[in-house]
């Protein structure tokens, strides 16, 4: 079967980083998507990583690695604002996604 | 890796109007590319594929007459939302691949109609 893992929360504290972990089993592979969604809201597009290696977009950078189904998304000096859930999805081989059920992030002062 | 660049990243549109949203890949030539929707908290749905100079393959339950696609060239796909209406909001994104190759994504389109 096709199964995506994320933890399901965590916490962190304003100013620091975060390493957010997602691995994957999947019916073939065509990207991964990392998406922040506030609650209430719709899925925000963060990063798509396809090729191996770090992907970096100012405070997020997003990793690859499809020899060990697995990928991270990495934010710095945190801040109030980023406290969402974020979802990890892969694109398998017909070009569907499938998604995690998403990890809830929470920032402390 | 290769860009795909779409455009705009976000777009308000009054009801009954048309908005085109252009997909181009920067430094390859794509044979193909697909336009998905995602609804909220919903997967992307694969809206069609299109293969350069020819007519788009749409998938069951998409309007073609609605959901204009146009392939004219290796470097450019658009899709044209006519008399869009409050219900076509949405995210819009397009992909491009090169033969065989691993498809690209663009950073899609947050089409609001207001």
């Known amino acids: 079967g096709q199964n995506i893992d994320q933890p399901t929360e965590m916490t962190a504290t304003e100013g620091a980083i975060v390493q957010i972990n997602c691995t994957y089993q999947?019916?073939?592979?065509?990207?991964l998507f990392w998406y922040q969604q506030h609650a209430g809201e719709a899925p925000t597009f963060l990063s798509y990583?396809?090729l191996d290696g770090l992907e970096e977009k100012g405070r997020f950078s997003s990793f690859l690695s499809r020899s060990k189904g697995y990928s991270y998304l990495l934010l710095k000096e945190l801040q109030m604002k980023d406290s969402a859930s974020y979802l990890c999805?892969?694109?398998?081989?017909?070009?569907?996604?499938?998604w995690g059920a998403g990890t809830k992030l929470i920032i402390k002062p | 890796g290769a860009v795909v660049s779409q455009h705009p990243s976000r777009v308000i549109c009054k009801s009954g109007t048309s908005v085109k949203i252009e997909c181009r890949s920067l430094?390859?030539?794509?044979?193909?590319m697909f336009w998905y929707r995602q609804f909220p908290k919903q997967s992307l749905m694969l809206m069609a594929t299109s293969n350069e100079g020819s007519k788009a393959t749409y998938e069951q339950g998409v309007e073609k007459d609605k959901f204009l696609i146009n392939h004219a060239s290796l470097t450019l796909s658009t899709l044209t939302v006519t008399s869009a209406h409050p219900e076509d909001s949405s995210f819009y994104i397009c992909?491009?691949?090169?033969?065989?190759?691993?498809?690209?994504f663009g950073q899609g389109t947050r089409l609001t109609v207001v």
């Open positions: 990583n396809v």
């Open positions: 999805a892969v694109m398998d081989s017909n070009y569907q996604l499938i």
């Open positions: 430094d390859f030539q794509a044979t193909t």
């Open positions: 999947t019916s073939g592979f065509n990207g």
């Open positions: 992909s491009a691949k090169q033969g065989a190759t691993e498809a690209f």
